[in-house]
T-cell receptor, first 115, second 116 residues
Framework: AQKVTQAQTEISVVEKEDVTLDCVYE???????LFWYKQPPSGELVFLIR??????QNEISGRYSWNFQKSTSSFNFTITASQVVDSAVYFC????????????FGKGTMLLVSP | DTGVSQDPRHKITKRGQNVTFRCDPI?????LYWYRQTLGQGPEFLTY????????KSRLLSDRFSAERPKGSFSTLEIQRTEQGDSAMYLC??????????????FGPGTRLTVL
């Protein structure tokens, strides 16, 4: 069975600080997909990124960057120069290559960015 | 392009009552998923439809739960004889296989159920 661990329950930062959200996953499959979703107070999960297990290239999108390391089974998410609007719960999720993507989520990390 | 919509957004009911939630996926998305999220936890998979066929159900989906997707469009999730433990956010997601490869799920705003 697969598992996703987000050890940080809550992180508080001041605006403009950089912050990294950790994600560690477990699976015996060699083909899998990793996701990050953002859940603002409104409750709707917003898709941020998807990576497959064969692509370990780091990715940057604006202030967001992701570091995928198969050697440590980690898929960490960094927000540079955080803003108040980044305050949300962030979920890391794993899906196997089973033809459709049933997601296994971590428990989430609540990020609080204060002005 | 409108996103996934869910109705109602909030539902308060008394223990023992039946409730039904509706999900309208993104148009032309052929896959639809239901998840349940309790406070402080990540969403947990409940069931999955491809078109009108229900292809997988989680062990979390007890006999009191039933889901349908008539005609492969909107879906309903019914909970019979609700219990306080059913209080949660019920999330719907949809995706499309048209792009090839693994699909990405897009979520609706959820229905928050409170059972008194």
């Amino acid at each position: 069975a697969q598992k996703v661990t987000q050890a940080q329950t809550e992180i508080s930062v001041v605006e403009k600080e950089d912050v990294t959200l950790d994600c560690v996953y477990e699976t015996r499959d060699t083909t899998y997909y990793l996701f990050w979703y953002k859940q603002p107070p409104s409750g709707e999960l917003v898709f941020l990124i998807r990576r497959n297990s064969f692509d370990e290239q780091n990715e940057i999108s604006g202030r967001y960057s992701w570091n995928f390391q198969k050697s440590t089974s980690s898929f960490n998410f960094t927000i540079t120069a955080s803003q108040v609007v980044d305050s949300a719960v962030y979920f890391c999720a794993l899906s196997l290559n089973s033809g459709y993507s049933t997601l296994t989520f971590g428990k989430g990390t609540m990020l609080l960015v204060s002005p | 392009d409108t996103g996934v919509s869910q109705d109602p957004r909030h539902k308060i009911t008394k223990r023992g009552q039946n409730v039904t939630f509706r999900c309208d996926p993104i148009s032309e998305h052929n896959r639809l998923y239901w998840y349940r999220q309790t406070l402080g936890q990540g969403p947990e998979f409940l069931t999955y439809f491809q078109n009108e066929a229900q292809l997988e159900k989680s062990r979390l989906l007890s006999d009191r739960f039933s889901a349908e997707r008539p005609k492969g469009s909107f879906s309903t999730l019914e909970i019979q004889r609700t219990e306080q433990g059913d209080s949660a956010m019920y999330l719907c997601a949809s995706s499309s296989t048209s792009g090839g490869g693994l699909d990405t799920q897009y979520f609706g705003p959820g229905t928050r159920l409170t059972v008194l």
